[in-house]
């Protein structure tokens, strides 16, 4: 499959290029054109090599969810199929990988909800004993599953910046106590919903992170759902708290960068085919498991 790096629609207006995706302002005003690209962000750089089709599999596995979610939250997504859009118009190459969607005021938080510890969560936990302020358990190990999921938000940082973890009240400062209240509950049950689901299929959905937007007066989520990129899957058979997991999302890629000794700078280093194809097939698994 040939990669998408970037994409170029012709004669429309790029709105933003996101470290995946790319977005477009349609010509109905309150509508955008997100088409996700094959770029793969980690430690919050974008490598320089893409991995064929994991656009496409992102935007198969948020529709699936958007779907399946509709029942707690409206979503962003208006059309799914664009084949009739923009006729032989639409390059052929961004099939299954664009969207038509609500325009949004995104919601100036980060909405992460992890049912286990991990990553930023578990380095903080070790110095400070708690994440994003709410103390936890003396005696955690790293990956162990938490007695409840526990909402812990970050700043949305600018382009280059890295989100920071910060604690419930930072983020009713931010986006005013009503809706920090609802993000939380909505998230939380989200998280519930699909970690079930995704248990039953064999995946660990760790933790996760939503973004929300605001659409004519309604909250909805919007951006991406549970996929690999904006969450952790374990697989179930292997899961052994006390250490990292093997995982389906980029961890792979992540492992790799952490052992060439990479300092997390931009530029970051071309990746070896092998972790491309590695990285492709997990990307594809953890599609196989939840879908279908
Ligand atoms: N429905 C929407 N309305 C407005 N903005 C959106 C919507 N859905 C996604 N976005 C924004 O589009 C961008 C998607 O690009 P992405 O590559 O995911 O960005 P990022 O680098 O922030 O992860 C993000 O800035 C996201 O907030
Ligand atoms: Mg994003």
């Known amino acids: 499959m040939k990669a998408v790096f970037e994409s170029e629609l012709l004669g429309m207006e790029l709105v933003k290029r996101g470290k995946v995706r790319d977005v477009y302002q349609t010509e109905d005003r309150d509508k955008l054109l997100i088409v996700a690209c094959d770029r793969l962000s980690a430690f919050d750089v974008v490598m320089p ?6 656009g496409i599999i992102l935007t198969q596995m948020s529709n699936f969810w958007f779907e399946k979610t509709r029942g707690i939250i409206s979503n962003h997504i208006i059309q799914e199929d664009l084949s009739s859009l923009r006729g032989d118009d639409l390059d052929h190459n961004l099939k299954g990988r ?6 949004s005021e ?6 992460i909800v992890r049912g286990y510890i991990s990553g930023s969560g578990w380095n903080e936990y070790k110095r400070t004993g708690s994440v994003c302020g709410i103390s936890m358990p003396l005696g955690l190990k790293e990956s162990e599953k938490l007695a409840e999921p526990i909402f812990t938000p970050s700043t ?5 910046q890295h989100d920071e973890n910060i604690p419930f009240d930072d983020a009713c400062q931010i986006v005013g106590e009503n809706m920090a209240k609802r993000v939380r509950d909505i998230s939380l049950e989200l998280y519930s919903f699909a970690a079930d689901y995704a248990f039953g299929r064999g995946i ?3 933790d996760t992170k939503f973004e929300f937007g605001i659409s004519d007066g309604e909250l909805i989520l ?4 549970f996929t690999p990129d904006s969450s952790r899957f374990w697989p179930v058979n292997e899961y052994q708290a006390g250490g990292p997991q093997r995982s389906f999302d980029k961890q792979y890629v992540r492992d790799y960068l952490e052992s060439m000794g990479w300092n997390k700078k931009p530029p970051a280093p ?7 194809d590695n990285t492709i097939e997990k990307y594809k698994e953890a599609l196989s498991r939840i879908i279908d």
């Open 98 to 103: 664009a969207v038509i969607v609500r325009k």
């Open 156 to 160: 949305k940082a600018p382009a280059g």
């Open 106 to 111: 995104p919601v100036q938080i980060e909405a």
């Open 270 to 276: 071309e990746l070896p085919p092998d972790v491309i």
């Open 49 to 54: 090599t893409p991995v064929p089709g994991k």
């Open 222 to 225: 919007i951006d991406e759902a």
């Open 204 to 206: 660990i959905i760790a």
